[in-house]
């Protein structure tokens, strides 16, 4: 079976190329090889189940400035589409979209579906042929056609999409075409964290800043105490800048911890010793400090040898200077990682320097293009992945589609 444009994965990157390519070019013969039984399956889960479609940040070289990797190549394809072609993008097509206040957005409805609706509605008015249980064994380039071989048959076709995410099956392929292929490892995991300063406190959340001991590492931030240690939007980041450090070291390092965001140790000193001045015959642990949560509060307290019934007037010099240590720069040991909830991102893939960013077409295959997570493109939280799969779909498909 012979197409003009064939696509590997039933993807974000994958459906994205196939509908602006069949938009920009209706007589295009199109179809999308997916190796799972069900498409956008990674689209579903996002956000909770709502789809962090992307995020309002609207200037090309502040959005890069999310993505450890592939921030300077993305800075042109931002260029030519990004946050607000986007939003247009679906709003054109009936999903409208809203802005929270923490810069992610998201279908007004508060369900992927809405994405997924839209994604098939329009592979289905356009044409687009979506072919399910098909892995693909192998592909190469043959007088002029690329042949994909699959577990169910022989497809040609003109140009070739690569949209497959983090597939090492796929990666062999491409490395075979000689591309060079960056190893993989995990980013955006949190941290696992056995402590008795956070062992009873799963749930409490409070802006921090933390610190990768040992390294330039730091990051701040909404940080959450959980079951099994650390998450949240601070160690989220952490975790995508430092993939590839922290892979290096095993997951096993120590983090430094400021509870207080930006306050310095001296400056809780001085606000400790006034508040004993202030308060000598109150208890300390009977009104928490800094706007911090209570059982938190309560917790570097007793980690400090500081009983809670102790009066302010009591606490000698040094243990003042003990919880001023505990509140900005406590020292806590990461012996492991846990993914993410499912929305599981990885630093790696093809070589940067393989792709003409102008078209996302390899440097090494001619009309062979790539999209999305397959190159080594991965941002943090908040829906930069998915522009990221947005503006690499767009762009490839006005290049398939324009390319004489």
Request: proline share 4%; charged share 25%.
């Amino acid at each position: 079976m012979q197409y003009d444009i064939i696509i590997i994965g039933g993807g974000a990157a994958g459906f994205f190329t196939a509908i602006n390519a069949a938009i920009e070019n209706p007589r295009l013969k199109i179809a999308i090889l997916e190796r799972g039984k069900e498409v956008l399956s990674k689209v579903k889960i996002s956000g909770g189940g709502r789809c962090n479609v992307t995020h309002a940040e609207f200037i090309p070289n502040e959005l890069t400035k999310n993505y450890p990797r592939g921030e300077k190549e993305l800075k042109g394809p931002f260029h030519t589409f990004m946050t607000g072609d986007t939003m247009e993008w679906f709003e054109k097509r009936g999903v409208s979209l809203k802005i929270e206040e923490d810069g992610r957005i998201f279908p007004d409805t508060d369900s992927s579906q809405s994405i997924i609706n839209c994604f098939l509605g329009e592979t289905e008015r356009l044409g687009i042929e979506i072919i399910k249980n098909c892995s693909v064994k192998e592909f190469y380039l043959q007088k002029e056609l690329w042949q994909i071989a699959t577990n169910t048959n022989v497809f040609l076709a003109e140009k070739l999409m690569i949209a497959t995410g983090s597939n090492p099956k796929i990666w062999k392929i491409l490395k075979n075409l000689e591309h060079k292929i960056i190893p993989p490892v995990p980013s955006l995991f949190t941290f696992n964290i056995k402590d008795k300063r956070i062992k009873d406190l799963p749930g409490v959340s409070t802006n921090a800043v933390v610190k990768i001991k040992e390294s330039k590492l730091k990051s701040e931030g909404p940080l959450l105490i959980t079951h099994w240690g650390m998450s949240g939007p601070a160690i989220l980041k952490l975790s995508a800048w430092g993939a590839i450090e922290l892979a290096d070291k095993s997951y096993t390092f120590d983090i430094s911890v400021n509870w207080l965001g930006h306050y310095s140790t001296e400056e809780v000193i001085e606000e400790l010793n006034e508040i004993k001045e202030k308060y000598p015959k109150q208890h300390i642990g009977t009104h928490t400090q800094f706007d911090l949560p209570k059982r938190l509060w309560k917790s570097l307290i007793v980690a400090t040898a500081i009983s809670l019934d102790e009066k302010w007037a009591s606490i000698p010099k040094l243990k003042i200077q003990a919880l001023a240590n505990q509140l900005t720069q406590g020292v806590y040991n990461v012996n492991g990682k846990s993914t993410f909830k499912e929305e599981f991102v990885t630093a790696g893939g093809v070589d940067l320097k393989d792709v003409n960013f102008k078209t996302y077409e390899s440097k090494k295959c001619q009309n062979l293009y790539m999209a999305g997570e397959v190159l080594n493109i991965d941002a943090i939280t908040g829906g930069f992945n998915f522009q990221n799969a947005w503006t690499g779909g767009y762009i490839a498909a006005q290049a398939m589609t324009n390319k004489k």
